[in-house]
């Protein structure tokens, strides 16, 4: 039995257009596109030709990009950009599965870079599904680092070592799953 792709679209009670998109035995397959109520797109999916999901991007209201990214098997998988009103990058997730916790089962590590509006990274580590996971770093808007320490499961842990804008130490905690134990070296203290 041969079955063929038909494009639908949906309408608000307004006329204006609210989806369309391809379906091959009621399945969605290309691209298809939503609408707000005023016509503005508000995302864009990509599907196989078997209806997995390979890609999507969201609008902001004024038609500029506010996220983008790709699926593997019907999962977040590479790298999602984020962006403001105005089209500017401030965020980046990196989708991987990897063993981190010695389990069976292969992990979503999702790798988190935050930027400052000027491009410059404010912010960067790893993120499974029970929090902050691993080494994170945050940075000052000069680039200096600003403290740096491990998460688990979305808690400070171990040492964290905290800097001052000018590079210098500030401060080094010891934290047991995110109360602080005992504290370390102190550096000078910024006014």
Do not use: C
């Not at 035995?25 to 599907?47: A, C, M, Q, S």
């Not at 912010?123 to 940075?139: F, P, Q, V």
């Not at 171990?158 to 047991?176: A, F, Q, V």
Request: zero cysteines; proline letters at 1%.
């Amino acid at each position: 039995m041969l079955f063929r792709k038909k494009e639908v679209k949906e309408y608000y009670e307004n006329g204006l257009l609210m989806s369309e998109g391809y379906y091959k035995n009621d399945v969605r397959v290309g691209k298809h596109f939503n609408y707000d109520e005023k016509g503005n797109i508000t995302d864009e999916w990509i599907f196989s030709k078997t209806g997995e999901r390979l890609s999507f991007k969201r609008y902001h209201q004024n038609g500029n990009l506010a996220e983008d990214g790709n699926y593997k098997d019907d999962t977040r998988s590479g790298i999602w950009n984020y962006y403001d009103e105005n089209g500017e990058l401030h965020s980046s997730e990196e989708y991987k599965y990897e063993d981190i916790l010695g389990g069976y089962d292969l992990d979503q590590v999702i790798r988190i870079t935050n930027y400052y509006s000027d491009g410059s990274i404010k912010s960067k580590g790893d993120e499974l599904a029970m929090g902050y996971h691993g080494e994170w770093i945050y940075y000052f808007s000069n680039g200096q680092i600003e403290s740096q320490g491990e998460y688990l499961d979305g808690d400070k842990h171990l040492e964290w070592t905290y800097y001052n804008k000018d590079g210098s130490l500030k401060e080094i905690l010891e934290y047991e799953r995110g109360a602080i134990q005992k504290t370390g070296e102190n550096g000078p203290n910024e006014s």
